[in-house]
């Protein structure tokens, strides 16, 4: 279910992509914690749709109004609400199509679950709009894990096979997270952007889209953090990507290329620098154990392409149990993987920031 999700704290999504407005409430967020509103809402604005021509024409700023839990400029310690109101909204778009089952959505499976009674109109409250509230929660994290010095970024690592640079290890830090959030286009080199670009616009062309990847890296995140087994920082990570519509794949470090090696070169071995234990590589990306050992925390999580496409598909009519061709109507992002790096890097905020409130480091 879409609620409630942390141990320490707990969020809980409310609204549909078409409804009135879409929010959260944050729960357990500590007391006199002074936010910053700007750097809220510029991480609203990475994710915000209807900037350029590779994302949905739909247009919502994704300004976002604070209800409780916020008082004189700090964090009151009671739960936290937040509204964002939806604004540009085309519902006769779904009306003709209402009971046709989109192919890659959860239309089929919403209907079920819910008998019918679900929100239809922009996939409702399966919809990626939902992230936008992750964000804004993700955004708070983000500024308690600044405190302790600990930063996230990302960057696109793979669109429809183009690839990006990885993350070098070596070079990893808060200038560098922070140019890559100033990009329109979250990438090391700008050359695999312009082709990443017309990758998405070609599927645009052909009414189809493209998935992708994105590389996150958590730093300074201090060895010891996290516990074996089911609640290892892994699983907790994971948790929470899987969370993440349109996710399908998530590997850490070296992740599934650890497959192909010996245990003598996926085995990261330790070294001593500065009086600081250290590994000499990082295929674990960051994690053994399920517990941190103080290297970066690297992971990528794969983004199946947008299943909205004006490609004629094979469907069926619930209501009439008839099968029937398709053509999607309405406004979808040709790839949703730029648009998604600050969702990637929200949901991490907050799974640190769980885990670190439960080891009482804050």
């Known amino acids: 279910m879409s609620s409630v999700w942390g141990n320490?704290?707990?969020?809980?999504?409310?609204?549909?992509?078409?409804?009135?407005?879409?929010?959260?409430?944050?729960?357990?967020?500590?007391?006199?914690?002074?936010?910053?509103?700007?750097?809220?809402?510029?991480?609203?604005?990475?994710?915000?749709?209807?900037?350029?021509?590779?994302?949905?024409?739909?247009?919502?700023?994704?300004?976002?109004?604070?209800?409780?839990?916020?008082?004189?400029?700090?964090?009151?310690?009671t739960p936290l609400c937040c509204m964002i109101l939806n604004h540009d909204t085309k519902s006769d778009d779904y009306e003709k199509t209402r009971y046709y089952m989109r192919p890659g959505h959860a239309d089929y499976t919403g209907y079920m679950k819910y008998k019918g009674c679900n929100d239809f109109r922009g996939g409702g409250h399966f919809s990626g709009r939902l992230t936008a509230p992750i964000v804004f929660a993700g955004a708070i994290a983000k500024q308690f894990l600044k405190e302790k010095e600990i930063y996230i970024g990302s960057h696109v690592l793979d669109i429809f096979g183009i690839k990006d640079k990885a993350f070098d290890e070596t070079t990893l830090s808060p200038d560098m997270f922070n140019a890559l959030a100033q990009k329109e286009y979250s990438v090391l080199d700008d050359i695999s952007s312009e082709m990443m670009k017309n990758a998405i616009l070609d599927a645009k062309k052909e009414?189809?889209?493209?998935?992708?990847?994105?590389?996150?890296?958590?730093?300074?995140?201090?060895?010891?953090?996290?516990?074996p087994f089911f609640d290892s920082v892994e699983s907790r990570l994971a948790g929470m990507m899987f969370s993440i519509p349109a996710v399908k794949g998530l590997e850490f470090g070296t992740g599934f290329d650890m497959a192909h090696m010996k245990g003598s070169e996926a085995n990261d071995q330790f070294t001593i620098s500065g009086g600081k234990v250290q590994t000499k590589t990082n295929h674990n990306g960051g994690?053994?154990?399920g517990i941190t050992n103080g290297m970066p925390i690297i992971f990528k999580t794969a983004f199946k392409p947008t299943p909205s496409i004006g490609k004629k598909q094979q469907s069926f009519d619930i209501k009439d149990m008839k099968e029937?061709?398709?053509?999607?109507q309405g406004r979808h992002d040709p790839c949703i993987v730029f648009r998604a790096v600050p969702?990637?890097?929200a949901g991490a905020a907050l799974v640190i920031l769980d885990i670190l409130l439960e080891k009482d480091e804050l």
Do not use: Y
């Not at 009414?207 to 996290?226: H, K, R």
């Not at 029937?324 to 999607?328: A, G, P, Q, V």
């Open 8 to 77: 320490n704290i707990k969020i809980s999504l409310f609204g549909e992509s078409h409804g009135k407005g879409i929010g959260i409430i944050i729960d357990g967020l500590p007391a006199g914690f002074r936010l910053n509103l700007e750097e809220i809402a510029f991480e609203m604005q990475r994710r915000s749709p209807g900037k350029n021509n590779t994302s949905t024409p739909r247009k919502e700023k994704d300004s976002f109004e604070i209800i409780s839990g916020f008082f004189e400029g700090k964090t009151t310690g």
């Open 207 to 227: 009414a189809d889209s493209v998935g992708g990847i994105i590389e996150t890296a958590i730093i300074n995140v201090p060895a010891g953090i996290g516990s």
């Open 287 to 289: 994690i053994q154990g």
């Open 324 to 328: 029937t061709e398709l053509e999607i």
């Open 343 to 345: 969702v990637t890097e």
